[in-house]
């Protein structure tokens, strides 16, 4: 499980949270909320240890993540509000190469595979800045098929996207859960998960 204890962070002179505590379950799926610049991205970078917080501690398994560094990513998604997608390679290409550089040894077809339930059939061989913004941030998406992680870290994981590309997101992540895997995002969207109950927390 997750554990956050007394987590600071500030920006610049600016302190944007303190004293921020909580626990996250295997099966458990959090939204952070807050008003824009209120932290919800710094918060999540500093999870996944990006960055690093004024005061506190995360742990990973009960153990503080500063001390498993590489251990921990193996086992974290982070997807961020930006694509993270080079223009001139394939969809094919940035999958593979993202896997890749997650430790994820990923065969042609099963990145096409991935990519076609992301929505993608026909253009997986196109280069992605020919892609329209939905579909770019449905390369970005096809990772969470393709990964071990146990917990996936969203941020904004709904920008850019149709109803049916949602409701798409949404299956992947109850799919996720009930694999006993966790969730942290943050969402201008409605997303709702068939069955699960979802934590909240809230950045002022």
């Known amino acids: 499980m997750l554990e956050v204890s007394n987590l600071a962070c500030s920006r610049g002179d600016h302190r944007l949270f303190s004293g921020l505590s909580f626990t996250l379950h295997p099966g458990q799926i959090m939204q952070v909320q807050g008003a824009n610049g209120s932290g919800k991205t710094s918060l999540l970078r500093t999870l996944c240890g990006f960055l690093m917080p004024d005061e506190g501690t995360i742990a990973w398994r009960g153990e503080d993540t500063r001390n498993l560094d590489e251990d921990f990513h193996a086992e974290m998604l ?6 993270a997608i080079k223009d001139e390679l394939s969809a094919l290409e940035n999958l593979r190469i993202s896997a890749g550089l997650a430790g994820i040894e990923l065969n042609e077809k099963e990145a096409i595979t991935a990519l076609r339930r992301m929505g993608l059939r026909g253009r997986e061989r196109l280069p992605a800045k020919v892609l329209s913004q939905g579909q770019r941030r449905r390369v970005a998406l096809a990772r969470l098929l393709v990964s071990d992680a146990g917990l996936w870290v969203l941020d ?46 809230s950045l002022s």
């Open 78 to 83: 982070y997807l961020g509000h930006l694509n």
């Open 156 to 201: 904004e994981p709904l920008t850019a996207l149709d109803a049916g590309a949602v409701a798409l997101v949404q299956e992947l992540i109850a799919e996720h859960l009930a694999r006993q895997g966790m969730v942290i995002f943050t969402t201008h969207q409605p997303l709702q998960v068939a069955g699960m109950e979802m934590c909240g927390l």
